[in-house]
């Protein structure tokens, strides 16, 4: 979500925040005159944004300790309960598969999709591609997310935040995979995210490079994770999905296509053969 002038009244208590409120938005404390200006239509998750309520007003830091130590809690908890909710569901829709799969219906969606990034230089010119595979027809090919001054490791995550919002806005009742051949950007996302979290986004040895689009990466993943799989592929081995998702980055790169664009072919063959890094 965003902050509005309508959240910094809720969660400000005589036009001001206290200490951990303060760590959680990354700003200074005591706070700056300016302060509201500098985090008004930031990003912020979900729950960073229940932390805020659930801390406004003049508390003792142990008292603003304790609050954040119950939330952790719940959430850990719900968590838990969530994950064994979910490997459920996933185990019931696998044997309603398997039972089923003689008898499939053409119609039904099947959806994989397949996430690349490319960059230039690293850091340099940084685009991201897509390839959406729905039951056996021809993917539908997308290139944007261009960075100027961009990494590969920025690529790569623009381009699962990008699948995951296709999996989002998707009406598919089946599971959707996504295939990624960044080990960094999956890891990231579904794994060393909920250490960092739990730690108040932060990590021992120093900063977490490209946090911002981390954290809102892995919201997303955490609000549709039962409704998908995210499987790492090895890149550049001749998989197709992997291969026209490769050459979408680079067109993106090219093109400088900030927005995704839907890429126009009429054979596969031709978009392998484009140029490749």
């Given at each position: 979500?965003?902050?509005?002038?309508?959240?910094?009244?809720?969660?400000?208590?005589?036009?001001?925040?206290?200490k951990?409120?303060?760590?959680?938005?990354?700003?200074?404390?005591?706070?700056?005159?300016?302060?509201?200006e500098?985090?008004?239509?930031?990003?912020?998750?979900?729950?960073?944004?229940?932390?805020?309520?659930?801390?406004?007003?003049?508390?003792?830091?142990?008292a603003?300790?304790?609050?954040?130590?119950?939330?952790?809690?719940?959430?850990?908890?719900?968590?838990?309960?969530?994950?064994?909710?979910?490997?459920?569901?996933?185990t019931?829709?696998?044997?309603?598969?398997?039972?089923?799969?003689?008898s499939?219906?053409?119609?039904?969606?099947?959806?994989?999709?397949?996430?690349?990034?490319?960059?230039?230089?690293?850091?340099g010119?940084?685009?991201?591609?897509?390839?959406?595979?729905?039951?056996?027809?021809?993917?539908?090919?997308?290139h944007?997310?261009?960075?100027?001054?961009?990494?590969?490791?920025?690529?790569?995550?623009?381009?699962?935040?990008?699948?995951?919002?296709?999996?989002?806005?998707t009406?598919?009742?089946?599971?959707?995979?996504?295939?990624?051949d960044?080990?960094?950007?999956?890891?990231?996302?579904?794994?060393?995210?909920?250490?960092?979290?739990?730690?108040?986004?932060?990590?021992?040895?120093?900063?977490?490079?490209?946090?911002?689009?981390?954290?809102?990466?892995?919201?997303?993943?955490?609000?549709?994770?039962?409704?998908?799989?995210?499987?790492?592929?090895k890149?550049?081995?001749?998989?197709?999905?992997?291969?026209?998702?490769?050459r979408?980055?680079?067109?993106?790169?090219?093109?400088?296509?900030t927005?995704?664009?839907?890429?126009?072919?009429?054979?596969?063959?031709?978009?392998?053969?484009?140029?490749?890094?």
């Amino acid at each position: 979500m965003q902050i509005t002038y309508e959240f910094i009244h809720l969660i400000s208590f005589d036009e001001t925040l206290n200490k951990e409120q303060c760590k959680i938005l990354n700003l200074p404390f005591p706070l700056e005159e300016n302060w509201k200006e500098k985090i008004l239509q930031k990003d912020i998750l979900k729950n960073d944004a229940n932390r805020l309520m659930l801390l406004k007003g003049k508390l003792a830091v142990k008292a603003q300790e304790q609050i954040l130590k119950n939330y952790n809690m719940i959430i850990e908890f719900n968590s838990s309960n969530k994950q064994v909710q979910n490997d459920t569901k996933k185990t019931e829709i696998s044997a309603r598969n398997t039972v089923s799969n003689a008898s499939t219906n053409d119609d039904e969606e099947h959806i994989r999709i397949y996430c690349d990034g490319a960059c230039s230089g690293n850091p340099g010119l940084a685009g991201s591609g897509i390839a959406v595979y729905s039951n056996e027809k021809n993917p539908v090919l997308l290139h944007g997310d261009f960075v100027e001054k961009g990494t590969n490791n920025i690529a790569e995550l623009n381009a699962l935040y990008q699948a995951l919002l296709i999996c989002k806005q998707t009406s598919s009742k089946n599971i959707i995979t996504i295939y990624s051949d960044s080990k960094y950007s999956i890891d990231c996302i579904k794994t060393w995210a909920y250490g960092w979290k739990a730690k108040g986004w932060t990590k021992k040895g120093g900063e977490i490079k490209n946090l911002e689009l981390i954290k809102k990466t892995h919201e997303l993943y955490e609000r549709i994770k039962d409704l998908i799989e995210i499987k790492h592929v090895k890149g550049h081995a001749g998989i197709e999905g992997n291969e026209l998702a490769d050459r979408m980055a680079v067109t993106a790169i090219k093109e400088k296509s900030t927005n995704y664009e839907m890429y126009s072919y009429e054979k596969i063959d031709e978009v392998l053969n484009l140029t490749s890094y």
